[in-house]
């Protein structure tokens, strides 16, 4: 099992920056992707970015160019840069992480909620 705990997230004006964060802790050996997620009100939950193991890294459009994931092992902790923000992005993000053998994400945070507003 894997526990993951976001950080981070907040009130922003439009134009502006955060960074949340994802300890995560437990089978970390197991992982082979994490990914970031989010939910606004009335929304879908949708994928935002993910990064493998490997360093492979993913972005849904709406984000490219504004958005970076990182990791650092050495921290077990997992990262996303969010620049430019746009009160579109305003909505909950849940950082995942996808066990070996699965075919989805299938441990979650709690959620952190990112505001994006003037």
């Known amino acids: 099992q894997v526990q993951l705990v976001e950080s981070g997230g907040g009130l922003v004006q439009p134009g502006g920056s955060l960074r949340l964060s994802c300890a995560v802790s437990?089978?970390?050996?197991?992982?082979?992707?994490m990914a970031w997620y989010r939910q606004a009100p009335g929304k879908q939950r949708e994928l935002v970015a993910s990064i493998t193991t490997g360093g492979s890294t993913n972005y849904v459009d709406s984000v490219k160019g504004r958005f970076t994931i990182s990791r650092d092992n050495a921290k077990n902790t997992v990262y996303l840069q969010m620049n430019s923000l746009k009160p579109e992005d305003t909505a909950v993000y849940y950082c995942?992480?996808?066990?070996?053998?699965?075919?989805?994400?299938?441990?979650w945070g709690q959620g952190t909620q990112v505001t994006v507003s003037s």
């Open positions: 437990g089978s970390i050996f197991s992982i082979d992707a």
């Open positions: 995942a992480a996808r066990q070996e053998g699965r075919l989805g994400y299938n441990n």
